[in-house]
C-alpha cells in the first residue's frame, strides 16, 4: 500500500471555524496508496456514484468517499459546507490543474470537512453531497459519545471512523506534503494494526493540516463494534478507537 505520490492539497476554509497554521488553499484528500502515475486529466465526478461518509475528530469534522484515481494529488476538494439543522449540504469539486497526473485506476478517496456550527453529532445527520454530476444522500448515525463541538478547535488527534465493513478513514493532522503512508495492515476481532512508512530525511512543509487514510481489512476480518486500532511508525504511534 505504499506510494511514489507525496503531493497533497491543503484543506481550504473549513467553513471558518477551524484554525489550522499554514494551510492557504485547498482541502485534504485521502492517502489511499495510487500506482505509477499515467498521464490523464482530473477525475470526473459525472461517473462517480458510490458515496460514502462518516464523522470524525470527535464530531466535529467529516469524511465523504468518493471513487475514482487513486492518485493523492487527484483526489476532489470539500469546497463548501453550509447547514440547515442536521442538514448538510456538501459540495465537492475534482482539481482542475492541468499539470496533475491522475492514474486510471478506480479507488476509494477521502475527502475531509468540517461541520458548520449548530449541527449535532450525537443525533443523525444527512450529507446532501454534489459532486459533478452526482447529487446524492449520505446519511451518519450521531454518536451519543461525542464530545466535540462543531465550530470548535479540533485538538489535533488521531480519529476514525467506519465507511464499510472492514473500511474506516483514520484521520490525522501533519505536514500536508507528507501525508501517512500505509506500509502493512493486519488486525483480527475488536484489534488491529496499521504500520506505517518512517522516512526521517523526508522534507515537509511546517502546516498543520488535516490528512484521511483509508484503511481497509479483508471480509469478516474485524468486527466494527469496540474496534481499536494501533498506529505504529510515521510518527503516529498509538491507540484510536474506531466510532461508527
Excluded: H
Excluded at 499554514?22 to 499515467?38: F, K
Excluded at 512508512?197 to 469478516?220: L, Y
Excluded at 481499536?228 to 498509538?238: E, F, I, P
Aim: aromatic share 4%.
Amino acid at each position: 500500500m505504499t506510494s511514489p505520490t507525496r503531493l497533497l492539497s491543503v484543506l481550504s476554509a473549513l467553513a471558518g471555524v477551524l484554525l489550522i497554521a499554514g494551510c492557504a488553499s485547498s482541502s485534504p484528500g485521502s492517502t489511499t496508496p495510487s500506482s505509477s502515475p499515467a498521464p490523464s486529466s482530473s477525475s470526473s465526478g459525472g461517473d462517480d456514484t458510490d458515496l460514502d461518509g462518516t464523522l470524525l475528530d470527535d464530531g466535529r469534522m467529516f469524511a465523504v468517499i468518493t471513487q475514482g484515481s487513486s492518485s493523492l494529488a487527484c483526489t476532489p476538494q470539500i469546497t463548501q459546507v453550509t447547514a440547515k439543522g442536521q442538514a448538510v449540504d456538501v459540495t465537492v469539486e475534482d482539481k482542475t490543474d492541468p499539470a496533475v497526473m491522475c492514474t486510471a485506476d478506480y479507488a476509494p478517496r477521502a475527502s475531509i470537512g468540517a461541520l458548520p456550527e449548530g449541527v449535532d453529532p450525537t443525533k443523525e445527520i444527512t450529507l446532501n453531497v454534489t459532486y459533478g454530476e452526482v447529487v446524492d444522500d449520505v446519511d451518519l448515525d450521531g454518536d451519543p459519545a461525542f464530545t466535540g463541538k462543531p465550530g470548535s478547535s479540533t485538538d489535533y488527534l488521531p480519529s476514525a471512523g467506519w465507511i464499510d465493513d472492514g473500511s474506516l478513514v483514520l484521520l490525522t493532522w501533519g505536514s500536508s506534503t507528507c501525508p501517512p503512508v500505509v506500509e502493512s495492515v493486519e488486525g483480527a476481532g475488536a484489534t488491529g494494526t496499521a504500520t506505517f512508512v518512517t522516512d526521517d530525511g523526508e522534507v515537509c512543509t511546517m502546516d498543520m493540516a488535516p490528512r484521511g487514510t483509508i484503511i481497509a481489512f479483508a471480509d469478516d476480518q474485524v468486527d466494527d463494534d469496540g474496534f481499536t486500532l494501533t498506529l505504529v511508525g510515521g510518527g503516529l504511534d498509538g491507540t484510536v478507537d474506531v466510532r461508527g
